[in-house]
């Protein structure tokens, strides 16, 4: 079984620069999330998708940051400008919803934003 | 809002050698817990979690973890460590259907 796939694994861009992630979750799953993990930080969730729907965005920074899931499948994590202190790792994880309160959640490998 | 405090930002400890990871949490009527490791440039992967039932939890490569809830801790173990055990571990908490929250991470280095 395919994890969950994030791409690209590292970028570098300027300030002020737009940005992409994209990640494509484990086939089936129907919960995705995007973390962000400072350096030395754990993850911080920035976005909960249950299909397309988007039920917890209250972290996310409207201001600059954007994310889709248009399809319930794949996502889409946007930046525009990008500012120095976005340089971090952006994660993506995703779980299938189950009758248990509890749904594990499996990571993919992130991707390692620099801001220059 | 839960909030989860990883004492040891960085743990040297000797191949073959016990360790203990700690972490605390703080107070809720009911929390689900976990141990995820991460090794360099990868995503985390989960080492174990409690639920619900016996407070001693084991895991994958030899971990466990015990569940106290008069002391709000959930610390990781291991008897004998390993070279290949050199990474981040990360302890986190949820809620019953809310998110999940992420202590700051411990650096685990396993010295030959």
């Known amino acids: 079984e395919a994890g969950v796939v994030q791409s690209p694994r590292y970028k570098i861009i300027e300030k002020k620069q737009p940005v992409a992630f994209w990640c494509n979750p484990i086939?089936?799953?129907?919960?995705l999330y995007w973390y962000l993990q400072n350096l030395g930080q754990g993850p911080e969730l920035l976005i909960r998708?249950?299909?397309?729907?988007?039920?917890?965005d209250s972290q996310l920074p409207k201001d600059r940051f954007s994310a889709e899931r248009l399809k319930g499948v794949d996502s889409t994590l946007k930046i525009q400008p990008a500012e120095l202190g976005d340089s971090a790792v952006y994660l993506c994880?995703?779980?299938?919803?189950?009758?248990?309160?509890?749904?594990?959640?499996?990571f993919g490998p992130g991707t390692r934003l620099t801001v220059l | 809002a839960q909030s989860v405090t990883q004492l040891d930002s960085q743990v040297p400890v000797f191949e073959e050698a016990p360790v203990e990871l700690r972490c605390n949490y703080s107070?809720?009527?009911?929390?689900?817990l976990f141990w995820y490791v991460q090794y360099p440039n990868q995503g985390l992967q989960l080492l174990l979690k409690y639920l619900s039932g016996s407070t001693l939890v084991k895991g994958i490569n030899g971990f466990e973890a015990e569940f106290n809830k008069s002391q709000t801790s959930f610390h990781l173990r291991k008897p004998s460590v390993h070279i290949s055990d050199t990474a981040e571990y990360f302890c986190a908490v949820s809620e019953p259907g809310n998110q999940f929250y992420f202590g700051t991470g411990t650096s685990l280095t396993v010295i030959p």
């Open positions: 998708y249950e299909n397309e729907e988007a039920v917890d």
């Open positions: 086939s089936g799953h129907n919960t």
């Open positions: 994880a995703s779980s299938s919803r189950t009758a248990s309160s509890y749904n594990e959640q499996f």
């Open positions: 107070s809720s009527v009911s929390v689900y």
